[in-house]
């Protein structure tokens, strides 16, 4: 079989006619130039496996890569895949040109491809994110959350107008109820905010801001207590690291497949702001509410004050701010009754 085509030497752009002899053999030879005096009849033939043969793509130019460097280039796809069909027929870029090309073998692919990503974005993904967040030392979370502190105390916060009094009351009753033994070192921080409402927040080392707004939305102290320990749920679960892992998908394999926690110092780059855009599932608000509740009745607090508070929230128009970060609170009955449930279990 010849192929007519163009041929490069070694270490030059410039390239000229010539034409290459391609044997049943898996050998093939230049037989002839008109231009380049190099390109002989007498050159010694290559064996196939000594060749780089580029995949078809369509009717792009298909490359025939020698070990010395030179190249032979040809239009002729049909004849090259003629050739290494019957030199190389388990080639797995002729079998997936073969599928592609195809109909009856592409549409399945597409829909088998297609299910795959969905199976890996709902089922992987999320498995993933969560082992890669509790590979995290908890140093890594300071930073994280110091990080993500910085920039909301930057565009978003201003000083609290809380009395001191009222500021030592709340923090009191924090420092009473916040687990420990964990490996958070818990805070609560007060704040003003013009953007986020009435709101607390969960960052990732383990700091609670909570808003002004919230205080003086809510009627009596267990509300506020059941709200702080729905956001020390999320630090528990690590659900902010989960979320923002996952929208970093490929530094997330790669910290789960090599292991290597010392490169997460990497992610300080950039976390810190996709915690900012991250958003809680509905999944993960209801097992930081089954959490809030059931350390609520742990205690002998009485939980229903907080689902009275979420109830407030929902109706507080200001609670749904800008941010993803803090929106991300699915309200409605379908939230709040199974709670109830919890509660009426317990007692």
């Known amino acids: 079989m010849i192929l007519a085509g163009h041929y490069s030497p070694a270490g030059q752009s410039s390239h000229c006619p010539a034409r290459l002899e391609l044997g049943d053999d898996g050998r093939v030879s230049i037989v002839g130039s008109g231009v380049d005096s190099e390109v002989d009849s007498d050159r010694v033939p290559f064996e196939f496996g000594a060749l780089d043969v580029s995949d078809r793509l369509g009717n792009t130019t298909r490359l025939i890569n020698f070990p010395d460097g030179s190249c032979f280039e040809t239009n002729d796809n049909s004849s090259v895949d003629q050739w ?32 795959f990503c969905y199976g890996f974005a709902t089922f992987a993904l999320p498995w993933l994110s969560g082992r890669a967040a509790y590979a995290l030392p908890v140093s890594v979370c300071h930073s994280l ?48 905010s013009e953007n986020l409402g009435a709101n607390a927040l969960a960052l990732a080392d383990g700091s609670i801001i909570v808003t002004d707004e919230l205080v003086e939305l809510a009627s009596n102290d267990l ?53 900012m855009q991250s958003s809680y599932s ?34 507080d128009d200001a609670h749904f701010a800008v941010l993803k970060y803090v929106t991300s609170h699915p309200m409605g009955e379908d939230r709040l009754e199974p709670l109830r449930r919890i509660v009426d279990a317990g007692r």
């Open 145 to 192: 959350g110091q990080g993500t502190y910085g920039i909301l105390e930057e565009h978003f916060l201003t000083t609290s107008n809380l009395s001191v009094k009222r500021q030592r009351a709340l923090q009191a009753l924090f420092k009473r109820y916040a687990p420990v033994g964990s490996g958070f070192q818990y805070s609560l921080h007060f704040s003003g």
């Open 84 to 115: 290494l069909s019957k030199v190389a027929p388990m080639r797995l870029a002729g079998i997936l040109h073969m599928l592609e090309s195809k109909l009856r073998f592409a549409v399945p692919a597409l829909v088998l491809v297609v299910a």
């Open 282 to 315: 509905r999944g993960m608000e209801s097992e930081a509410d089954r959490f809030a509740v059931g350390y609520m009745l742990r205690h002998d607090l009485d939980a229903l004050p907080f689902i009275d508070m979420l109830e407030k929230l929902q109706g």
């Open 223 to 275: 509300e506020i207590v059941g709200v702080l320990l729905h956001e020390i749920g999320h630090v528990e679960k690590r659900h902010g690291l989960k979320s923002a892992i996952q929208s970093s998908a490929l530094t997330l394999i790669m910290v789960s497949v090599f292991g290597d926690i010392n490169s997460a110092s990497s992610l300080l780059a950039t976390l810190p702001t996709v915690l």
